[in-house]
């Protein structure tokens, strides 16, 4: 039965075909209008909507598919290495706390954007950007300090 290797094939063309499809609807659909945003006017593309609700379900089908992956090697190492599962378990709990710990540090209190006038830069929304913010900030320190310990530690062990 060779149809599980055509499979990932065919999706992977489907998948590209239609996003270059939604892709050029989007950029040659030409426009609905403008908005005047800053002094400056702004053309509006007529299929902006079928190009964002393409990325929304890839988004989705990313995360559904890694999520999936994820657990299937989760549920792997748990029948292989009861302690290496524990210990994945505890990073996945380290990385929600994390974040967690990112969206109690941000503000609901209104972002001023030049030009904005909708109501999506208070509250609930203006609390994820500030801690996608904080999240970033933590995770390239994060990144930088582990950098240098590798060189530090490689250095010092010869």
């Known amino acids: 039965m060779k149809n599980y290797k055509l499979f990932p094939k065919v999706t992977l063309w489907v998948l590209m075909v239609v996003g270059i499809i939604a892709t050029a609807m989007f950029f040659l659909g030409g426009s609905e209008g403008s908005l005047e945003v800053a002094g400056d006017f702004l053309d509006i593309p007529k299929f902006s909507d079928v190009f964002l609700y393409w990325i929304y379900a890839l988004v989705v089908l990313v995360i559904l598919t890694t999520f999936g992956f994820v657990l299937a090697k989760l549920v792997e190492t748990f029948k292989v290495d009861p302690k290496a ?36 830069n208070v509250g609930n929304m203006a609390r ?12 390239t320190a994060s990144t930088v300090a582990a950098l240098v310990w590798g060189v530090i530690y490689t250095k010092v062990k010869k």
């Open 128 to 139: 994820l950007s500030d801690a996608m913010m904080y999240l970033v900030y933590i995770l």
């Open 85 to 120: 599962g524990i210990r994945s378990i505890l990073v996945v709990l380290a990385a929600v706390g994390l974040c967690a710990l990112c969206w109690f540090l941000g503000s609901p209190e209104k972002v001023e954007i030049l030009g904005y006038e909708g109501t999506d």
